[in-house]
T-cell receptor, first 114, second 111 residues
Framework: EPEVTQTPSHQVTQMGQEVILRCVPISNHLYFYWYRQILGQKVEFLVSFYNNEISEKSEIFDDQFSVERPDGSNFTLKIRSTKLEDSAMYFC????????????FGDGTRLSIL | DAKTTQPTSMDCAEGRAANLPCNHSTISGNEYVYWYRQIHSQGPQYIIHGLKNNETNEMASLIITEDRKSSTLILPHATLRDTAVYYCIVRLDSGNTPLVFGKGTRLSVIA
């Protein structure tokens, strides 16, 4: 069964450094999402992406964050200057273009900011 | 904020049916009910969804009340591997609409 894959599984970065989290959505899916989950807290929506542009974003997704689909397969989340509070699990999700279809999630990247 | 209310935790004996309730009294006519689960810190796993009819797939059954204000996810024969946090989410049928996760129900399947 096709799945969403995320790399790396764990990323350790110094505060203030840039980090790029990578995702390969399910082939032929058209909608892409990033969520995050701080340890012990709820899964929170960050951003949705469709037709090569951001569709929706939450208050969390400030100017330090950006997303890109650089080619036909990858979907990336960049944090420009990381802060301690960016430490979390980051989940990528995708869904196909048909109505009423579920989002499918990857297993996430654990981001640890030192 | 999540538009659903779920019990914080539940236990279920291995091999028995697990019935997980969810209240969504403010659901609107074009919102679907989705169920996901999260095992440890893995990514949320899709289970099932429905609009107003009961649904069944290889993982579970979803029973939605006639007024659509509540639903129940049924795992017919729970195993230890079904121990997870289960999320009930209502979502508009629109491609861009994100999922809004609440705290879910922590289901513990006991041998």
């Amino acid at each position: 069964e096709p799945e969403v894959t995320q790399t790396p599984s764990h990323q350790v970065t110094q505060m203030g450094q840039e980090v790029i989290l990578r995702c390969v959505p399910i082939s032929n899916h058209l909608y892409f999402y990033w969520y995050r989950q701080i340890l012990g807290q709820k899964v929170e929506f960050l951003v949705s992406f469709y037709n090569n542009e951001i569709s929706e974003k939450s208050e969390i997704f400030d100017d330090q964050f950006s997303v890109e689909r650089p080619d036909g397969s990858n979907f990336t989340l960049k944090i420009r200057s990381t802060k301690l509070e960016d430490s979390a699990m980051y989940f990528c999700a995708s869904r196909d273009g048909l109505s009423n279809q579920p989002q499918h999630f990857g297993d996430g990247t654990r981001l640890s900011i030192l | 904020d999540a538009k659903t209310t779920q019990p914080t935790s539940m236990d279920c004996a291995e091999g028995r049916a697990a019935n997980l309730p969810c209240n969504h009294s403010t659901i609107s006519g074009n919102e679907y009910v989705y169920w996901y689960r999260q095992i440890h810190s893995q990514g949320p796993q899709y289970i099932i969804h429905g609009l107003k009819n009961n649904e069944t797939n290889e993982m579970a059954s979803l029973i939605i009340t006639e007024d659509r204000k509540s639903s129940t996810l049924i795992l017919p024969h729970a195993t230890l591997r079904d121990t997870a946090v289960y999320y009930c989410i209502v979502r508009l049928d629109s491609g861009n609409t994100p999922l809004v996760f609440g705290k879910g129900t922590r289901l513990s399947v006991i041998a």
